[in-house]
């Protein structure tokens, strides 16, 4: 019941009662028929103003009675049964107005109802409009329900993470305990929090909270304990106390402002929070501040130190700057020691050199010396003999004295001619068997006289276990021995002079020589062996001789790999121990091995040179220009040099060369191929990149000469699978290259002139300047100025290339290149366009088609024209190949013919249009390209008009100007008549998510960039079905 | 031994591109934990591994996390001297060229297509050049398209565009609108913006120029190896490479594919296949 129930006003009801009373009188007294109970609808309609919903039901009970007992009462007027009838109908009326009243009444109160309930909530809203802080909301909250609900006494609890805090009081006793914080599951308010639902106390005890006032305490009768829930959390709880308590308007009251209480207590609290963020926040932003301030500092120290850093860099840069200085100087210092010990070495060999010219010099001079000489002697002696007997004796005399000194002179000069024969190493030694008995008895024989003429004794003694007989040459051990006994004979006076053979250790023989005579002292020992040294002069006057005696013996002895001894004293005589081998080797060459596999399999000889002993001057070194295969090589070409110790790998790096035409050297050492940078210098060097340290470091010194150097290591080469012998070595394909471009190269600097090149410009001093450039580059040109000029040229004769302006006089270098392309008469050049104009994207593509390069005037355009046709003459026209790589035209396994199809290619890259279109076209497709996606729906369109061929497929670029490909493939689908036509999406990318864009977009198909035709191919195939 | 930290870094970078296909698996390592970091803190996560969770289950979270993995800093014109030889480049040697092509990879939000685009302009080369401008980050990529900055950029900007002999006055090249300079459009006029990606996407069209300022450096050996192939393969020959200041093709396996055009400003042209690069000894021999 709401409390404007009770509210029944009591007027209206005396006066319903005052008239009912009325009408009853009067039909009382007035005679059935006369119908004054008709207004008894009246009372009837007053009820309808009171607010008690059954009132008309009542007024209406009583009205059935009165009209009863009117009936009953009332004096006869008319028929009974009529009467009856009437009033029965009058009561099913009144009846009706009854429910409509009751009906009213009950709309009104709910009307009355909604209007409270609105009206608290307005009052309410307005309570808590604007920004309120918590304490302030509560405290609102509360004195509204308070007053509106007419409860005694009220408190408000909040929300506070799951803790329910006080928040405000109403009417509460000042000393009464109230719990600053009740737990979400404390009692009746945690409960109530829990279930979300209210909770009503009717039966309060006594010691409940009291109501207080100044007159005294009393507790509440009801007790409502009401949740406050917003997203099924209970964020505020009110507890109200009443005496008189009307359940329903309270709880309607409660449900009605719940949400907005909950979410203003909400807002209160976001609104808190906000508050307290933004001062986090803003305590962050200092801290920020602070620390991006601590990083300035940092940033500071940073520089500071780095400051420091520099200038200790700078100190590290001045001692590496003065080591470098002094690691130069050590270097310079090292080098001067070597170039100091190259000169020494050099005079040395200079020296050796001069020595061994003197000594040829000497044996040449063998015949001029002894013609005179021999005929001076038999002049003499054919004096001497005196045949005519005409001359006197003194004359005779003279005669003999002639015939001896000449004697004495010729054995002087042969002794002389001797040793320089040696030294010239002119003397052959021929090994034989020699029978050492028979030897030295043929000494004894020779000598025996003689040192029996002296009065001295000849022994001579040959050991025990000595072989019958030695391998050396007889007639050089014969001098040797000779010269040595007469030595002694010559020196001795008194006693004896012996030979004694005996062995020797290391398989050798000793002769060994002694004498009595006066022996030699010990600083003289080792003077007596040089030549043209003289122990004592005046000795030797006496004893006549050369002195060259032992020189040349040690020089023999050394001949026959032998050694030679010398004990002696002063006054007791010498002994001459002579070690010679017991098998004398040929003095055999021993060319370098590894070596000499290699000349073999050139030469096709045994291995051995016919010049043995020079190639043991020169070992290693092969002049392979000196091979049969390119005996006629001009002077004047290319040398390669190649400085490589493997045979088998310098041997293809030579083949290469030779394949080029160029002769090649072959050096195994460092020091081989410092020989060879002189007197001709090689053109390229092809080294084994262990030299490389070496040849840097001590041969190349800092100047203006440069030679390419190309290094190659074990690494580059491979080889067949044979024995080591029959192995052969290959350089790998990329080394290959690398060296065929190297030689190339070579061959292209060394032509004299090395292509023909046309020119077409109408302005006669750009010509001249043009020409003047290329022939620079020793490049022959033809200049013609108009179309038909050039193509009477291009009917004579071939070009290498042709560089075409566009604005010529008359005809247009574009259909100058469609005549070309057209007609076989003409010799078609690759052409380089060089033009003044700017160019459309057709024209450009157009000119792409017939032209290698497209440069448009400028202040570098000569140095690109030079740039690209030096380019495209060294590649001998690789470059127009070079185009067609990336799709592989010649690919048969995936060979499937697009014979009579038309593909628009929706494109912009010129490259990636060339490389489609050489893998369509040779297939037998026809292409139509469009430079962006706009263009490629107007080509499209176009098709569909009639004008063009139908296009079969698409294949569309994604990155494009203007319109992208994807944009481009959704404009396509948009139209019905393409819904179906194959689209081939070309991408660069390379995630899936983007290539499910791509066929979101509406293509069929995607294939990735760059092709590979091995799947393109099959793509195509697929969707051309 | 891998760490528990780089095992988290690997698996987040893992998860990162799995999940939303960005692959910064091959980034240099230091960058990417030093940057992880600084997002760890900032979203107050105490593990790589909380941070993986948030990320994939966040997906607004990884926009934004990608701003801070691709570093976008940019100046107009930054560091003039490259802008001064690029325009040498682009009056004397593309201007030989019927169309040049310029790829700006690693475009961040454009300031680098911008100033390109303002050389070219000046040289009288716009009506020849086609632009592709390219980033992994969409929403970078679509502020280089907008071709908007604030106003108090402008002057660094000026700076340095006056140290590249500039042949107009800076301030014709944009309108202010509510603090905002917004660049002409008729730059981008020429200019394509795509996605694409250095670490996984391949070539897609033959280049005459291409920029790419600072991307390397965040980059691991073998993606920056990736990356320079990628550019060698796309440029013409006789084609120009310009990197960043802290750049170089030095150690890098396709240099042998390139000659220094300009040291100091870290240019590069590409050479010709047939010039293959062959030592040189200079010097006089000596015997």
């Known amino acids: 019941m709401y409390r404007f129930q009770h509210e029944i006003s009591r007027p209206l009801n005396s006066s319903i009662f005052i008239i009912l009373g009325f009408l009853f009188i009067l039909d009382l007294y007035a005679p059935l028929g006369i119908s004054v109970w008709i207004f008894y609808f009246i009372p009837i309609v007053i009820s309808f103003f009171s607010l008690q919903p059954n009132l008309p039901f009542l007024v209406t009970f009583l009205i059935s009675i009165f009209l009863f007992l009117g009936f009953k009462l009332s004096p006869l007027g008319i028929e009974e049964s009529v009467a009856i009838i009437n009033r029965s109908l009058a009561l099913i009326s009144f009846l009706g107005i009854a429910i409509v009243g009751n009906i009213f009444i009950r709309n009104q109160l709910q009307s009355k109802k909604h209007n409270w309930l609105i009206t608290g909530q307005n009052k309410l809203n307005s309570q808590m409009a604007g920004d309120l802080v918590l304490t302030e909301l509560s405290n609102k909250i509360l004195r509204f329900l308070v007053d509106y609900l007419e409860a005694k006494i009220g408190i408000i609890y909040i929300n506070d993470r799951e803790i329910f805090r006080h928040m405000s009081t109403y009417g509460v006793s000042v000393n009464a305990v109230l719990l600053d914080t009740i737990h979400a599951e404390d009692g009746l308010i945690g409960q109530a929090s829990k279930d979300n639902r209210p909770i009503f106390l009717s039966e309060i005890p006594n010691d409940y909270l009291k109501i207080g006032s100044s007159l005294g305490k009393s507790s509440p009768r009801h007790l409502v304990i009401y949740p406050f829930v917003l997203n099924n959390k209970t964020n505020c709880i009110v507890e109200l106390g009443f005496f008189n308590f009307h359940a329903q308007s309270t709880t309607d009251l409660l449900d009605f402002v719940s949400r907005s209480i909950a979410s203003a207590v909400q807002a209160a609290q976001t609104h808190l929070q906000v508050h307290e963020l933004l001062i986090e926040t803003q305590r962050q932003s200092e801290e920020l501040h602070s620390y991006s301030e601590e990083l300035d500092k940092q940033s500071e120290t940073l520089k500071l130190s780095n400051a420091q850093l520099e200038q200790h860099q700078k100190t590290v840069e001045t001692a590496n700057r003065q080591l470098k200085e002094q690691s130069r100087i050590l270097i310079s210092q090292n080098e001067s020691l070597i170039n100091a010990n190259l000169a020494l070495e050099l005079q040395k060999q200079k020296l050796t050199q001069i020595s061994r010219y003197k000594s040829e010099f000497l044996a040449n001079m063998s015949h001029e010396l002894r013609t005179p000489l021999n005929s001076s002697i038999i002049l003499a002696h054919l004096l001497a003999e005196n045949r005519e007997e005409n001359l006197t004796d003194l004359q005779l005399k003279y005669a003999q004295t002639i015939e001896n000194s000449s004697n004495e002179l010729l054995a002087l000069i042969n002794d002389i001619l001797d040793l320089s024969k040696i030294e010239a190493g002119h003397m052959t030694v021929l090994p034989q068997n020699v029978n050492i008995l028979e030897f030295v008895d043929s000494m004894e024989a020779v000598f025996q006289p003689m040192c029996a003429q002296k009065g001295l004794h000849f022994r001579k003694e040959i050991a025990d276990g000595l072989p019958q007989n030695f391998i050396t040459d007889p007639i050089r051990l014969g001098q040797i021995i000779k010269n040595l006994l007469s030595n002694a004979i010559k020196f001795t006076e008194t006693g004896e002079v012996a030979l004694s053979v005996t062995t020797a250790p290391d398989v050798h023989i000793a002769f060994i020589v002694s004498d009595t005579g006066i022996g030699i002292s010990v600083e003289q020992q080792s003077l007596i062996f040089e030549p043209f040294i003289q122990v004592d002069g005046a000795l030797n006057r006496k004893n006549g001789g050369t002195g060259l005696g032992l020189s040349i013996c040690i020089e023999l002895i050394r001949l026959l790999k032998g050694k030679i001894n010398l004990q002696s004293r002063l006054e007791q005589g010498s002994i001459f121990t002579v070690l010679l081998p017991e098998v004398l080797d040929m003095p055999q060459l021993q060319p370098d091995l590894e070596l000499t596999p290699a000349i073999s399999s050139r030469t096709g000889n045994s291995g051995l040179l016919p010049a043995a002993a020079e190639i043991s001057f020169d070992r290693a070194v092969l002049n392979i220009s000196e091979f049969p295969e390119h005996p006629q090589l001009p002077q004047n070409e290319p040398i390669i040099l190649i400085v490589e110790d493997n045979p088998g790998f310098a041997r293809s790096t030579l083949e290469l060369a030779n394949s080029f035409g160029f002769r090649g050297i072959i050096a195994a050492t460092s020091e081989e191929a410092v020989n060879h940078l002189h007197p001709h210098t090689p053109s390229l060097i092809i080294m084994n990149g262990k030299f490389k340290d070496d040849v840097k470091d001590s041969l190349f010194a800092a100047d203006d000469l440069e030679i390419p150097l190309q290094l190659l290591t074990a690494n580059d080469y491979s080889s067949n699978d044979l024995s080591d012998d029959t192995r052969e070595y290959f350089l790998k394909p990329f080394i290959h290259q690398k060296l065929m471009a190297d030689f190339h190269r070579l061959q292209m600097k060394t032509r004299e002139k090395l292509a023909h090149v046309l020119i077409i410009e109408d302005d006669p001093i750009e010509r001249t300047m043009m020409s003047v450039l290329l022939n620079s580059k020793k490049i022959e040109t033809i200049e013609v100025g108009s179309v038909p000029e050039c193509l009477e040229q291009l009917a004579k004769g071939t070009f290498d290339c042709m560089i075409l302006d566009l604005g010529l006089p008359t005809t247009s270098g574009f259909s100058l290149l469609e005549t070309l392309s057209m007609e076989d008469r003409y010799s078609f050049p690759p052409v380089i366009i060089y033009t003044g104009l700017g160019l459309t994207a057709d024209q450009e593509l157009f000119l792409n088609k017939f032209s290698q390069s497209i440069i448009i005037k400028g202040t570098k355009s000569p140095e690109r024209l030079l740039d690209e046709i030096m380019l495209f003459l060294e590649s001998t026209g690789s470059f127009v190949a070079d185009r067609n790589t990336t799709g592989q035209v010649n690919d048969l396994a995936v060979d499937v013919s697009l014979e009579g199809r038309h593909l628009l290619i929706v494109e912009d890259d010129i490259r990636n249009i060339f490389a489609l279109t050489s893998i369509l076209e040779p297939r037998g497709a026809t292409i139509q390209v469009a430079r962006n996606g706009m263009d490629g729906l107007e080509a499209l369109q176009t098709s569909l008009d009639g004008g063009e061929q139908s296009i079969d497929l698409v294949l569309m670029d994604i990155m494009m100007p203007k319109m992208d490909g994807l944009t481009a493939i959704r404009k396509i689908r948009q139209q019905s008549a393409f819904k179906d036509i194959p689209i081939i999406a070309l991408t660069a990318k390379a995630r899936q998510i983007d290539h499910d864009e791509t066929l979101a977009a509406g293509a069929n198909d995607y294939i990735s960039k760059p092709l590979d035709t091995n799947k393109f191919i099959p793509l195509l195939a697929k969707w051309l079905k | ?287």
């Open chain 2, 1 to 287: 031994m891998s760490t528990r930290e780089d095992i988290e870094v690997d698996l987040f970078l893992e998860g990162v591109y799995r999940h939303y296909h960005y692959d910064f698996r091959n980034y240099s390592r230091t960058f990417i934990k030093r940057r992880l970091n600084l997002i760890k803190t900032l979203l107050q996560c105490e593990s790589f591994s909380m941070l993986q969770h948030q990320i994939l289950h966040d997906p607004h979270l990884m926009t934004k996390i990608l701003n801070y993995l691709t570093i976008q800093v940019g100046d107009m014109f930054r560091d003039p001297g490259y802008f001064l030889s690029l325009r040498h480049i682009i009056s004397s040697y593309l201007s030989t060229y019927s169309s040049i092509k310029v790829w700006i990879a690693g475009c961040g939000t454009g300031e680098e297509l911008y100033s390109l685009a303002i050389l070219f302009r000046e040289e009288g080369l716009e009506s020849r050049a086609q632009f592709f401008a390219t980033d992994i980050n969409f929403e970078a990529l679509k502020r280089a398209e907008a071709g908007i900055y604030a106003v108090d950029r402008l002057e660094s900007f000026e700076n340095n565009y006056r140290h590249t002999d500039p042949k107009h006055s800076f301030s014709s090249y944009y309108t202010i609108k509510n603090n905002y300079a917004v660049f002409d459009s008729a730059l981008k006029e020429n200019t394509v913006f795509y996605n694409h990606s250095l670490v996984s996407d391949s070539v897609f069209a033959e280049m005459h120029l291409i920029s790419c300022r600072n991307v390397l450096i965040y980059f691991d050996n073998s993606l920056q190896e990736r990356a320079i192939g990628l550019f060698s393969d796309a440029l013409i020959r006789k084609g120009f490479l310009g990197l960043g200041a802290k750049e170089s093709l030095y150690l890098s396996p396709h240099a042998g594919n390139f000659t220094e055009f300009q040291r100091k400003d870290r240019i590069y042209q590409k050479m010709a296949l047939q010039e293959l690069p062959l030592p040189r000894v200079r010097g006089h021999i000596k015997l």
